[in-house]
């Protein structure tokens, strides 16, 4: 999984409640990203990030917050946790960005959260 | 990570045939592909990609064919194995990367 961790791996957790979700890369990429991945959906961006500090919405991004401190963590948060965010949440990484050489993104191993 | 994908294409095929798995994107404008393998429980694994320039670009046991004409990829296995039993996707880059929900390959022995 090109250097990339995720935890937690498994979560189960109420509606209402807050939930973060940690993703550390020891490749020291520039851009990392946060999916979710639903039955019958490609990947879906939530966020991504730029550079430590600098992130961006991407195509479903309402109820999640994201964090760059480090190079190396990124931080997705759900602010109060809805059944719908029920999925399996990915973390990529990659070189570059759009455009870029080495755009190819690698995945983590996912963490499947549960919203009862 | 399992795309459960109760709804995805299948194709099975036999141990030692060739696989070929297609997709069809969506923008004419994008300018680089990529093809993914996703294991059950695993996260997705690049395999290969193509930029918009190039018809075809070949890995281990892998071929990517890109026709920008009818805005359609494919990914050749050859000798498929057991092994290579996953989902496969591709993704799409315009703005950012675009993923297709993906196609189950069943390989039986």
Partial sequence: DAGITQSPRHKVTETGTPVTLRCHQTENHRYMYWYRQDPGHGLRLIHYSYGVKDTDKGEVSDGYSVSRSKT??????????????????????SESGPGGFSYEQYFGPGTRLTVT | ?????????????????????????????????????????????????????????Q??????????TVKHLSLQIAATQPGDSAVYFCAENFDDMRFGAGTRLTVKP
């Avoid at chain 2, 890995?59 to 920008?68: A, I, M, S």
Wanted: glycine share 6%; proline share 2%.
């Fill in chain 2, 1 to 57: 990570g399992e795309n459960v994908g109760l709804h995805l294409p299948t194709l099975s095929v036999q141990e030692g045939d060739n696989s070929i798995i297609n997709c069809a994107y969506s923008n004419s404008a994008s300018d680089y592909f990529i093809w993914y393998k996703q294991e059950s429980g695993k996260g997705p694994q690049f395999i290969i990609d193509i930029r918009s320039n190039m018809d075809k670009r």
């Fill in chain 2, 59 to 68: 890995g281990q046991r892998v071929t990517v064919l890109l026709n920008k």
């Fill in chain 1, 72 to 93: 190396e963590d990124f931080l997705l948060t759900l602010e109060s946790a809805t059944s719908s965010q029920t999925s399996v949440y990915f973390c990529a990484i």
